[in-house]
């Protein structure tokens, strides 16, 4: 029998990150992975995917919309290879997964195929091709998330799916009905009304992306509908039945009035729930509970103390960098260092264009914790950087503290925000002043100059180009 200082159940961002960052430390570590590529659910069917396809549809739309006003021609008429496009988002995701063994057999880290299973608090009995057991004085848990559903939708994979099916139609549909405006239904939602789809996004909440700030989601909002997708807020679904190539989706509005939705898709994107199937974790006497979620403490240690869990399993946002963060926080931990990781500074992201981004308070929590605070806002039209590329949409806005000038949120909607949020995050690490990123110089023409421009409003209400 094998033995290792650490194993690791998952290889998704959290797991795979965790195992280089143990190998790093000198630990002999293994990694048990139930399917033939390594990764998770971000590299295979979430993050990586997703984005490879917002990319391509995103030239598309370009090449059809916009092309000429830069002065760019193209004889004849423009088409769409969808299968084309859908083989280029495989083989992205091949070579992201490819690079991820490499980076396994670079850090000698130990890869088994099968379903990782506790007997006990030190062993894990692997089920692929053959059955074994492997020991490790330490396990980290690191089984990620699955697509979530409401009880009353039966998913056919087929009509009515999941985003994992939605990755590889084998057509555009006529009428994709997205359920859920949040991040993962907004992405693919664009991604196939870009390529020629009617999209309609029913979601229960009073706005999408309910988690973000409010001005967020008006702008979005704005600039979607401006795109042609049609939101239905303030609708609970109360059913989804498919007939033959058909899909119908009733639900209620806030008059509790009953309304329908027929298209050719339906795509459930409802959030996500913590995967544990199958892993036995009584055996090792690890308490999960009735959601599937695995209670940790303060060092990502469950009740069982040489068990740590990360990622989508344990509390907080299901996101891949904050698996990442929380796999070198258990490796070094266990190493017997000291790491620590501030969860309010774990910066999120829509990847729809454009992109929204946001890190730390939003301005609707600041109120609830009476928090008394200075607001900044600074449009993105005003850029020249955005004129010269005709990304206009979106803007900056900062929140500082109204004695201190301490960052509090940034939240930002606009051409490559993803990006941009970075400074805030790194900013707000060393507690820094909206007047401190004011004064500091940013590049011209730059889209990050409205990063400055926001924090001078916030500062005293002179941003210089507004």
């Excluded at 608090?121 to 089920?127: D, G, K, N, Q």
């Excluded at 994709?176 to 229960?204: F, K």
């Excluded at 907080?316 to 490796?331: D, N, Q, S, T, W």
Aim: hydrophobic share 40%; with cysteine.
């Amino acid at each position: 029998m094998s033995t290792y200082d650490v194993a690791i159940i998952g290889s998704g961002p959290g797991g795979y990150v965790a195992a280089i960052r143990c190998a790093q430390l000198g630990m002999k570590t293994a990694i048990i992975e139930k399917y033939n590529t390594l990764g998770g659910t971000c590299l295979n069917v979430g993050c990586i995917p997703s984005k490879a396809l917002l990319d391509s549809s995103h030239h598309y739309e370009e090449a059809i919309k916009h092309f000429e006003a830069h002065g760019i021609e193209i004889p004849g008429e423009i088409k769409l290879n969808f299968k084309k496009m859908i083989e280029r988002k495989a083989d992205v995701v091949d070579q992201n997964t490819k690079g991820i063994e490499f980076l396994m057999n670079k850090n000698k880290v130990d890869v088994f195929t099968g379903v990782g299973a506790f007997t006990d608090a030190t062993h894990i009995e692997i089920t692929g091709e053959k059955t074994q057991t492997i020991e490790a004085k330490n396990i980290i848990i690191a089984t990620g998330s699955k697509p979530s559903t409401l009880p009353f939708i039966k998913i056919d994979k087929e009509r009515i799916i999941t985003s994992t099916e939605a990755l590889t139609l084998a057509e555009v549909p006529k009428h994709m009905i997205v359920i859920g405006g949040g991040v993962i239904g907004l992405e693919l939602g664009q991604v196939y009304r870009r390529l020629g789809a009617e999209v309609s996004v029913v979601e229960y909440m009073d706005r999408i992306i309910p988690t973000m700030d409010s001005a967020q989601s008006r702008e979005l909002t704005k600039v979607m509908k401006k795109q042609g997708v049609k939101f239905y807020v303030s609708h609970k679904v109360s059913a989804v039945e498919r007939k033959k190539n058909e899909v119908t989706v009733t639900a209620t509005n806030k008059k509790d009035e009953e309304v329908t939705f027929t298209g050719d898709y339906c795509l459930v994107s409802v959030g996500r729930r913590p995967f544990t199937d199958g892993l036995k974790a009584e055996n090792a006497g690890v308490k999960i509970t009735e959601r599937g979620m695995i209670d940790v403490n303060e060092h990502l240690q469950t009740n069982v103390p040489n068990i740590y869990a990360i990622g989508d399993v344990v509390r907080g946002a299901m996101l891949a960098h904050k698996a990442e963060e929380e796999g070198v926080f258990v490796a070094e931990t266990i190493a017997g260092q000291k790491p620590h990781i501030d969860y309010n500074l774990i910066p999120g992201v829509v990847y729809t264009w454009p992109e929204v981004a946001s890190v730390g308070k939003t301005e609707e929590q600041l109120k609830d914790d009476g928090v008394a605070y200075k607001t900044g806002q600074f449009p993105m039209r005003a850029l020249g950087r955005s004129r010269a590329s005709g990304d206009t949409d979106g803007f900056v806005k900062i929140l500082s503290d109204a004695t201190t000038d301490e960052v509090l949120g940034v939240h930002m909607v606009g051409a490559r925000v993803a990006d941009l949020i970075s400074e805030a995050v790194v900013a707000m690490e060393f507690r820094a002043s909206a007047e401190d990123i004011a004064r500091i110089s940013h590049a011209h023409p730059t889209y990050a100059e409205a990063v400055k421009e926001a924090a001078l409003a916030a500062t005293a209400d002179r941003a210089l180009h507004i």
